[in-house]
């Protein structure tokens, strides 16, 4: 059985109706210091992934991700939105990273900057709206996995190598909507297949992209315009 966030946010609100004269209060920010960095950033949903993937820098999205879902409606996030800038990693940490993401009822978008690569390109395909810098970089390449030991023990993981592959090309189906041959010759092909971000949103791995000189030039005009 999966855990389902919007029903145990349901049942956390249940409790507090029974608990007369308890108001819930937002709670007071820290202020943020250079110590305690990025503190707006989370109280309005923004998770920033910028390094490899692994449990040690995967854990605290995936629990922030829960703690969004389990707050109360006043303060919680309408959207949460994870920034991406990473060469890849672990795919068991990106496996459990996208699980948290595709059961929240908070819907998590999206954003390349940067780089997203391997696993990177895995989890901005898997957001609500997916988006990307003009000036990122994103790769794709085929499951790959460093083993070494017996005969038999090699045997035995290419089980786990064979499912791991089934699921990659499961996702890309599931979050770009192309065939397994079209990914296979292009997507999963034997070498890394480097995009840009137009070719990403021609296969559909994301949906929009963001131009920060064109950003750039609005801020400006609107700064004249004041």
Known sequence: MLY??????????NKKEKVKNNPILPPTPPTPTMENPGTYLRD????CLAESFKQESVMPLIYSIMEYNLMPDEVAPERITLMINSPGGRIDSCLALIDSM???SI??????????ASCGILTLMAGDRRYASSTSQIMSHQYASGSGGKEHELYGRMKSFEQTSRWMENHYMECTGNTVKKIRKHLL?????WLSAEEALEWNIIDDIIDPYAVNRSL???DVAQ
């Open 44 to 47: 309005n949903g923004v998770l």
């Open 107 to 116: 819907p998590v978008d999206t954003y390349c900057t940067g780089l997203a």
């Open 189 to 193: 092909g034997p070498t890394d297949v």
């Open 102 to 104: 595709k059961m929240s």
């Open 4 to 13: 389902n966030f919007a029903n145990a946010k349901k049942s956390t609100k």
């Open 220 to 222: 400006r005009q609107s």
